[in-house]
């Protein structure tokens, strides 16, 4: 009889051992059943990371704690607490049952404490929990921009980049929102793609676009550059230095009009895994007619060059990228002949300009902001019935999430987030350019002025 018993003890154990985890997770949490994160929740559940409440609930909406986050990730990363009880908290007593795992945390320096406090009830946003992370399972900071809302100067905009490159983190629209709280399902959706590569994002996405004559991204450069007559866009490993020509222009597709699509000086944008080229046109190769600006794109490892319809015109300038949308600017009233215009010898003038945005095909074309520029162009080079003059004014500068331009006015700053123009000095410029935490801008007199962004 006893030994039927035991047997039948065993085989409920054995039974209930098979019962799918998921189940009993579900069970135990009954507030996450329909929740977006549930697979997550149950994903950490199942592997002892996260508990709940007596209640029976796990509250996946409520802000996490910084000590909660901190026993979370310990308990994720199987860290051995410490029992060295040097480490001293204000706010945080020996006895405290969270000051082990929190005197852990501090000596690794994942989770990080300020005169002496650690804050173990603070709520954790979203731009701590990067820091967090990043530190925790050691990905590498990254400088490249992600977010149309974290710039350089952000205390957190390089954990927040590696993270996503990692794909460990997404925002919404374009923003990430780094001051927002990270509620507990929020820090466990994270959590588990942080551990477990096979639950991370499906891609990469940067909403920041990369201006230059040469720009740099995930470990190479690209420019336009002469090799022998002809202009070539050229990739270079910047490892390695092995540089190879991506495009040249006899694989550029062209019709009627004489066309020049790699010139020297032109300033190329880099978005994720496309190269967006400013072009221009005329209707003979000795034409005193204006010039037409157009715009091709091609992968950044050369494939698929196209020739877009739009944005294309006389005044098509000062283009950037942005949150998905291209932006540039077009004059208000009429096109500016190039004769009268770029004409060194002729008194500098304000152009009235509007900055315009479409979708990435050049659909949709919308109006954003109307301003005034200097006509001031780089690269103006005459020969007696040719012009050639680069597409950017140098009154009109982008920067992350800002249009920089100036006038006779000054100097003035417009955020493509909050729609907002403020003016930054007096000063009457002739040139500018940017550092992550400043605005550098040269007066026609020759003089430097150091501006805050």
């Known amino acids: ?238 490892k390695t230095g092995k540089r190879e020509a991506i495009v040249i222009p006899e694989n550029i597709p062209s019709d009627d009009t004489f066309q020049v699509h790699l010139l020297k000086g032109f300033q190329l944008i880099v978005y994720n895994d496309e190269i967006f080229i400013p072009y221009w046109s005329a209707v003979g190769e000795m034409s005193e007619l204006p010039i037409a600006y157009g715009l091709m794109k091609v992968k950044t490892d050369g494939q698929n060059l196209v020739l877009m319809n739009q944005p294309y015109g006389y005044t098509f300038r000062n283009m950037f990228i942005w949150n998905d949308r291209i932006y540039y600017t077009n004059e208000k009233n009429k096109e500016r002949y190039f004769d009268y215009t770029f004409n060194p010898d002729k008194p500098v003038i304000d152009d009235p300009l509007v900055l315009y945005s479409t979708a990435m095909d050049g659909s949709g074309k919308k109006k954003e902001y109307g301003f005034d520029a200097r006509v001031i162009f780089d690269n103006v080079a005459f020969t007696p019935n040719h012009v050639q003059v680069n597409q950017n004014n140098k009154s009109v500068l982008f920067d992350h999430s800002t249009m920089y331009y100036f006038n006779k006015k000054g100097v003035y700053k417009y955020s493509l987030l909050d729609k907002k123009t403020s003016k930054l000095s007096n000063v009457i410029g002739k040139d500018m350019r940017v550092t992550e935490m400043q605005l550098i801008v040269t007066d026609t007199k020759g003089k430097t002025h150091t501006l805050k962004k």
Do not use: C
């Open 1 to 238: 009889m006893k030994s039927k018993f035991i047997a039948a003890l065993m085989t409920l154990l054995l039974v209930t051992s098979a019962a799918p985890i998921q189940a009993r997770a579900a069970a135990q949490f009954s507030d996450v059943d329909t929740h977006w994160a549930k697979k997550e929740i149950l994903y950490l559940s199942d592997r002892n990371i996260i508990g709940g409440y007596p209640d029976g609930t796990f509250k996946p909406n409520q802000p996490i704690t910084r000590v909660q986050a901190a026993s979370m990730l310990a308990k994720a990363l199987k860290l051995s607490l410490s029992e060295d009880t040097s480490t001293e908290f204000k706010d945080v007593a020996k006895t405290s049952p969270h000051y082990q795992v929190l005197a852990t945390m501090n000596e690794l320096g994942i989770l990080r404490g300020d005169n002496g406090y650690i804050r173990p009830g603070e709520k954790t946003s979203r731009a701590q929990m990067a820091a967090i992370l990043r530190r925790s399972f050691n990905m590498p900071l990254d400088k490249q921009a992600t977010f149309i809302d974290v710039t350089p100067a952000h205390w957190a905009y390089q954990d927040i980049n590696g993270i996503a490159k990692q794909r460990v983190a997404g925002g919404s629209k374009g923003k990430y929102m780094p001051a927002d709280y990270v509620t507990r399902a929020q820090f466990s959706a994270f959590l588990v793609r942080a551990l477990d590569d096979s639950q991370k994002l499906s891609a990469y996405h940067s909403y920041v676009g990369v201006k230059g004559k040469t720009v740099e991204q995930n470990g190479f450069s690209y420019t336009i550059a002469k090799e022998g007559y002809n202009s070539k866009l050229f990739k270079e490993n910047l």
